[in-house]
């Protein structure tokens, strides 16, 4: 048995997004209405899929326009794969970095030296900042 058309409140209670972001999300072209019931958007039930792909992605840290290229081909369905593993390995990095300057920050916090700067280990810890910072991409 085919579902119906969801209006967009529907789906925006659905996914757990507001209206305007979906009404945002349909203008970037990251998901399609399949017409109108009377004045409000209606939507396919699989767009709340398509929706929960989207979240997954933004938790991810892709960009919108990253995303439109990685969504499922809508004739095969499928992921772009390649594009999700690069993310997933510039994640790993992120999180090895952020690992460690949780270290740095947890003995500067504890350390009992009277002067960090005296402190061998703080300053071990410094350098160790520095190389994170060199890996990371720097902000223009």
């Known amino acids: 048995m085919m579902e119906f058309e969801l209006d967009i409140g529907e789906v925006a209670k659905r996914s757990g997004l507001p209206v305007s972001t979906l009404r945002y999300y349909e203008e970037r072209g990251l998901i399609r209405s ?3 019931n009377g004045l409000r958007r209606a939507f396919d039930p699989e767009v709340v899929d398509q929706l929960a792909l989207i ?57 009992r030296a009277e002067s960090h700067l005296a402190c061998p280990r703080f300053q071990k810890l ?14 223009r």
């Open 34 to 36: 399949s017409g109108r």
């Open 55 to 111: 979240t997954l992605g933004r938790l991810a840290q892709f960009k919108l326009d990253e995303l439109s290229g990685i969504l499922p081909d809508p004739a095969s369905g499928t992921l772009d794969r390649k594009k999700i593993m690069e993310k997933a390995d510039a994640l790993d990095q992120r999180i090895e970095e952020l690992t460690a300057l949780s270290k740095i920050l947890r003995h500067v916090a504890r350390c």
């Open 126 to 139: 410094l350098r160790i900042a520095f190389r994170i910072r060199k890996g990371a991409k720097q902000p």
